[in-house]
């Protein structure tokens, strides 16, 4: 067991993919500070130097202190604190937090959404093809923020208030995932219209293998490599879309604030001088995002043949 | 083509046959449209009869049939947070969205282009590398970001532009313009700034990658060997082959720039159409959404259409091409 691992670590090292990935001085950069905001954001309750939430430990008398290094900072808030006294960089890492917690999810909903919708239109053609993509086509002549805001304010409306707070995250995440399948959908269906005439799947399928078990087992993971490009260039969209819905005030409730709540609440004092309230969060958001999309652009040149 | 037509046509009618319906269940099932009329003391007779009158208790499709009816002549019901009919709101703050719409949409070709083709000629120029890198900072700057930032540099630390609102605007009938004033101009500068630049990425590059393309046919080199100027070659063959996909493509973001000025004028309390939607979103203010929502999808069926329809006349080799992927 342990020479297989072993085995598979010296593929991954000997395999294309590592050798662009070393090549490419920007690609690591990004990947080290995803991975940093990753680390920073999972485990903020146990890295952030304050608990931002915990009314116990947060002072009103420090309220608006500007960051560190410059005049009037304390040296105990590095980006200085907010209108209720609350650490800076420690809201940031727990806004992450919610921003990357729900991108993923909605990533992966969207994943499955659009892979399972993809593989069926592909495989089974004729009319199902042709209404899933009929769908498709027209869900896709609509920005996806539109879509997602419309999924949000329908909730807004038929559950109470109080409700809808508790459920917010959930609604957020099916908004944001509905608005992004179509995009895999698409790609799967492409893929999968080539796979299933290779002789692979006609011989499973001679061989009496069920069509569900051709599509999954066979089918599935040829599509798999343009699935994580996408995947990834959306997880990035997934968080700016959050951040736009929290910005506008319709997205996660300000109990639990992600990032775009807390460049929202900040913008309120950005004409009396406390800039940092908002310019830090909406600087880790930046960061995020370009990280995340230089990646995802590297993953798309990587897996590319053409480009081999 | 009168096929195709058709068959578009009928699809069109289907999105918006879909698109009404969602409007009308939300307007008739999310809470009770009688609660939301009326004051706390009407009777429950009174209501009754209210429900009656309205014809609340018709079967669904006699009712869908109404609002669809209505809807088509623009009559959307009251508001039920401004207690005004929601088209006089709508009339209202159409000029806002429509101005700021159209003023970034130039923006955004007016820049974009000369951009895309400098970047194209110049693949490997300081200057290209320093645009595609500003053009990779548009994509992943959240369009709100750059709003904040650019109030915070242009509106708070240097004082220059004015941070909300239209500024002066003057009244021509129904409507009213910024664009006539100082101060309307002024205001505009940095919600449109904001709202195109997006686009203006999206453009660039598109032209780039178009330029790149057509400076590799055939007819550019034997342009070349008959000793046209390279302004000739440039502007007069290879720009205006990339004009076709530029300007559908830009036919087709109009629409998307109509939904995002959802956040510019959040932004920046621009007093259009997108921030009485987000209002109404945030309020539950049903009429409101339901209208807009038919309204901003009659617009992008619209769009639609005419760009397929552009399309199939212009260019037969874009036939085969998938849509445009907006953003998000």
């Known amino acids: 067991m342990a020479s297989e691992t072993g085995s598979r670590v010296q593929r991954f090292l000997d395999s294309d993919i590592w050798y662009s990935f070393t090549r490419s001085p920007i690609t690591v950069g990004a990947a080290i500070v995803t991975l940093a905001m990753f680390v920073a954001a999972v485990f903020a309750p146990w890295l952030a130097p304050h608990h931002p939430f915990d009314l116990a430990t947060v002072d009103l008398l420090d309220a608006f202190l500007p960051p560190a290094w410059i005049e009037g900072g304390d040296p105990r808030f590095l980006l200085g604190t907010d209108d209720q006294g609350r650490d800076i960089l420690s809201t940031i890492m727990f806004g992450a937090r919610i921003s990357l917690g729900v991108g993923f999810a909605s990533v992966v909903f969207a994943m499955v959404i659009g892979v399972t919708l993809g593989l069926i239109s592909g495989y089974l053609g004729g009319t199902v093809d042709s209404v899933i993509m009929r769908f498709a086509d027209i869900q896709l002549s609509f920005p996806a923020i539109l879509i997602a805001l419309l999924i949000d304010g329908v909730a807004r409306g038929v559950l109470p208030r109080d409700m809808h707070d508790e459920l917010a995250i959930y609604v957020l995440v099916f908004a944001i995932g509905i608005s992004g399948w179509v995009q895999y959908a698409r790609t799967v269906r492409g893929s999968t219209l080539v796979e299933k005439n290779k002789e692979y799947v006609q011989a499973a399928y001679v061989m009496g293998v069920s069509p569900l078990l051709i599509m999954v087992r066979h089918v599935l993971p040829n599509a798999m490599g343009p699935v994580l490009v996408i995947g990834t260039i959306h997880l990035a969209v997934a968080i700016i879309t959050e951040a736009t819905l929290s910005f506008l005030g319709v997205g996660v409730p300000p109990t639990s604030p992600s990032l775009g709540t807390l460049i929202r609440v900040g913008n309120d004092f950005l004409f009396s001088g406390e800039w940092w309230i908002t310019v830090f969060p909406g600087a880790a958001l930046a960061i995020l995002v370009l990280a995340v999309n230089l990646l995802g652009d590297w993953l798309r040149d990587a897996l590319n043949p053409k480009l081999r | ?328």
């Open chain 2, 1 to 328: 083509m009168i096929a195709f037509i058709i068959r578009r046509l009928f699809q069109s009618v289907l999105v918006m046959l879909a698109v009404g319906l969602i409007a009308f269940s939300l307007f008739r099932y999310v809470g009770d449209p009688i609660n939301n009329m009326v004051g706390q003391d009407t009777t429950l007779e009174q209501r009754e009869q209210l429900r009656e009158r309205l014809g609340l208790n018709d079967p669904f499709i006699v009712q869908f049939a109404r609002f669809a009816a209505n809807a088509a002549r623009g009559e959307f019901g009251i508001s039920y947070r401004h207690r005004r009919p929601v088209d006089d709101l709508i009339v209202e703050r159409l000029p806002a969205t429509l101005e700021l719409s159209l003023v970034a949409a130039i923006m955004a070709l007016v820049i974009g282009v000369p951009m895309g083709v400098y970047t194209g000629l110049h693949r490997d120029g300081v200057l290209s590398r320093i645009f595609m890198a500003v053009s990779l900072a548009g994509v992943s700057l959240p369009t709100f970001l750059i709003g904040i930032l650019l109030i915070l540099l242009f509106g708070v630390v240097l004082q220059w532009l004015p941070t909300f609102g239209r500024g002066e605007v003057v009244s021509l009938g129904w409507w009213t313009t910024g664009l006539l004033t100082v101060g309307g101009l002024k205001a505009l500068i940095m919600p449109a700034f904001t709202l195109a630049l997006f686009q203006m990425t999206l453009i660039m590059r598109l032209v780039r990658a178009e330029m790149l393309e057509v400076l590799r046919t055939d007819y550019i080199k034997f342009a070349r060997a008959r000793g046209l100027t390279n302004r000739a070659i440039n502007f007069g063959h290879a720009l205006k082959n990339t004009l076709v996909p530029v300007i559908t493509i830009t036919g087709l973001q109009l629409g998307s720039i109509i939904a995002f000025a959802i956040i510019t004028e959040s932004v920046f309390q621009w007093p259009g159409m997108g921030l009485l939607f987000i209002q109404a979103i945030s309020e539950v203010d049903i009429p409101v959404m339901a209208a807009y929502l038919t309204m901003i999808a009659f617009f992008f069926v619209v769009i639609n259409l005419i760009v397929d329809l552009l399309y199939y006349v212009v260019d037969p080799r874009l036939r085969a091409g998938g849509t445009a992927g907006g953003r998000v």
